[in-house]
């Protein structure tokens, strides 16, 4: 659900005057021969056939960017950074749908926008937009097609409107696919930082940049992954009514927070451990995807013997069964590392155990969806934490998982149940890699 500025804090709108949010260099620029036009430049690139960059320079905010730039060069001092979202921040659309019926469908999210922009920059801070688009296709330009899409076109036409009236230096980033550079994940920023040449030296001032969103977690916003990109930035938070009308901040809800589930000094007596008790057993894991499970028969099974039987390598459970009953045959113990949510599903490897007239233990992974999907995303995105090289799963896998879920019961056929709740463990950079928002 996309805000807008709070209908309380404005004066009725009989009383309000109507400011013009177009400057006096626009309208004279409107009314100058072509011929006698400084030279605009706004360009635009697709980097990694996922993120849309425009850029927006002329010839005097170009020379003010330089001298600044300049400036902090010499006297070391870090560059401030006022990064924002853009729909339902700095723009929403003038006919009140929640999404622009077309380029020309948009307005300032409030009156006072364009000049407190322009304040920053003349404060010297560097202004840039961060903003997810799923909206825009870039499948011509993936085919090499010679046109571009019309959501794309649009896109483009209406963030040039913004550029323009603006006349600030200014760059757009926007995301359009599920990858690094959607945000709350940092690809954008890093992006931005290499193209401004302040990925080097630490010479940004995070403490004095601040990030402005309206998907903050409050109650009725759509997400809160404004907020949590800030976090994983490490700048300061506002919200447009906070940032640009001085409201007061807002209870935030945050569904999942990944810090809480991290124990600095685990107890070792909570965290799980298992040992093989017979010289062959068939041994069921239960659990979401990404909820630990591979993880736990690396650490704990592989090393006992146990066989793995794996649905996703194995791509069906008939496959699943014959590769486990030809273990089995052979002596060897196995450890049945699939979801298995439910009872029926259960019942064929409990019966098979009992076929072979050998116990069955179970492992219950008790992780909940929130955090199974963060493990997942954590997983994807980040090859040292992803050995097996797994994709990112899709949301219905996690969906299904908990549609048919059941807890399993002794009564089932089990000899034990052993119940596993998530604990981080890991080095100090994989932890400073899995404490941050990915999802």
């Known amino acids: 659900m996309k805000r807008s500025a709070s209908p309380g804090v404005s004066p ?4 309000r005057k109507v400011e013009s949010t177009t400057t006096k260099a626009a309208v004279a620029s409107f009314f100058t021969p072509v011929s006698q036009k400084k030279p605009e430049k706004i360009t635009w690139r697709i980097v990694n056939k996922s993120l849309v960059v425009g850029k927006y320079d002329n010839k005097s905010t170009a020379t003010s960017e330089q001298t600044t730039t300049r400036r902090e060069e010499v006297t070391g001092k870090k560059r401030k950074i006022a990064a ?16 622009a019926r077309n380029a020309r469908d948009w307005k300032w999210w409030h009156g006072s926008v364009p000049d407190r922009l322009r304040e920053l920059t003349d404060k010297g801070y560097q202004v840039v937009v961060i903003s997810n688009q799923k909206k825009i296709s870039l499948k011509n330009e993936l085919k090499g097609g010679q046109s571009e899409s019309k959501s ?42 290499d193209d401004h040449d302040l990925d080097i030296d630490d010479r940004v001032d995070l403490e004095g940049s601040v990030f402005v969103g309206d998907a903050a977690g409050r109650p009725g916003d759509h997400s809160c992954v404004d907020r949590d990109f800030a976090a994983n930035v490490g700048i300061p938070f506002k919200t447009p009514e906070e940032f640009f009308l001085n409201a007061s901040p807002e209870q935030v809800i945050r569904e999942f927070d990944p810090a809480k589930f991290i124990q600095e000094e685990p107890d070792s007596a909570a965290v799980p451990t298992f040992s093989k008790l017979h010289p062959q057993e068939l041994v069921l894991f239960c659990g979401s995807p990404g909820a630990g499970k591979s993880t736990f028969y690396w650490r704990y099974l592989q ?93 219905m896998a996690f969906a299904d998982f908990q549609r048919r879920y059941q807890e399993p019961k002794l009564e089932e056929g089990f000899e034990d149940i052993t119940r596993v709740d998530f604990v981080f463990r890991g080095t100090e950079e994989e932890k400073a890699i899995w404490k941050k928002f990915w999802i």
């Open 152 to 193: 794309l076109s649009n896109f483009k036409e209406m963030t040039t409107a913004v550029m323009r009236q603006l006349d600030i230096p200014l760059s757009i980033y926007a995301a359009t696919q599920y990858d690094d550079y959607r945000k709350p994940r940092t690809g954008m920023w890093k992006e931005f930082l």
């Open 303 to 395: 090393p006992q013997g146990y066989k793995r039987i794996n649905q996703d390598i194995l791509k069906s459970r008939a496959n699943c069964i014959k590769a486990a009953r030809e273990h089995l045959q052979k002596g060897s113990s196995v450890a049945i590392d699939n979801t298995n949510p439910s009872l029926d599903v259960r019942k064929e490897w409990t019966d098979l155990a009992r076929s072979f007239k050998i116990p069955a233990r179970c492992v219950h992974f008790t992780a909940p969806a929130a955090l199974c999907r963060h493990n997942d995303a954590v997983r994807a995105a980040n090859p040292c934490l992803n050995p097996e090289h797994r994709p990112p799963l899709p949301g």
């Open 84 to 99: 924002f979202d853009l729909d339902s921040t700095l723009i929403t659309t003038a006919s009140g749908n929640r999404f």
């Open 12 to 15: 009725p709108p009989l009383k």
